[in-house]
């Protein structure tokens, strides 16, 4: 996985926390995806609960339509790559019928995202 880290202003961050600029293809390989998402999940009993259901699933991480357009990767501040699910975003496609999915993939992505909204 590659990532570029930049502050806002562009210049060398001061913070602890630094701008990333996304890389939308994050990884080809399921593990390296689940890994990701664990390491931001970390420590918040909801989103861990929320990132097992959907890793457990396998189905959604294995979707090229859903990490492009539903995840994000970003680093820590030692550079630790972490992946976002955008739940709300993913639920509002599953609604609008831009994310086509069999009935047990809807019920599984909708029950992870109320799940990770606590």
Same mark, same amino acid.
């Given at each position: 996985?590659?990532?570029?880290? $930049?502050?806002?202003?562009?210049?060398?961050?001061?913070?602890?926390?630094?701008?990333?600029?996304?890389? !939308?293809?994050?990884?080809?390989?399921?593990?390296?995806?689940?890994?990701?998402? !664990?390491? $931001?999940?970390?420590?918040?009993?909801?989103?861990?609960?929320?990132?097992?259901?959907?890793?457990?699933? !396998?189905?959604?991480?294995?979707?090229?339509?859903?990490? !492009?357009?539903?995840?994000?990767?970003?680093?820590?501040?030692?550079?630790?790559?972490?992946?976002?699910?955008?739940? $709300?975003?993913?639920?509002?496609?599953?609604?609008?019928?831009?994310?086509?999915?069999?009935?047990?993939?809807?019920?599984?992505?909708?029950?992870?995202?109320?799940?990770?909204?606590?």
């Amino acid at each position: 996985m590659e990532l570029h880290r $930049h502050s806002q202003s562009g210049q060398r961050p001061t913070a602890n926390y630094t701008q990333v600029v996304i890389t !939308r293809a994050l990884t080809t390989r399921l593990e390296d995806l689940a890994a990701a998402l !664990r390491k $931001h999940a970390e420590g918040g009993l909801y989103a861990e609960a929320a990132v097992e259901l959907l890793i457990e699933h !396998r189905s959604w991480l294995s979707r090229g339509d859903f990490v !492009r357009g539903f995840t994000e990767l970003v680093n820590d501040m030692i550079g630790t790559p972490m992946a976002v699910v955008d739940w $709300h975003g993913a639920v509002e496609a599953l609604e609008a019928g831009r994310l086509a999915c069999s009935s047990s993939e809807n019920q599984v992505l909708r029950l992870a995202a109320s799940i990770a909204e606590g």
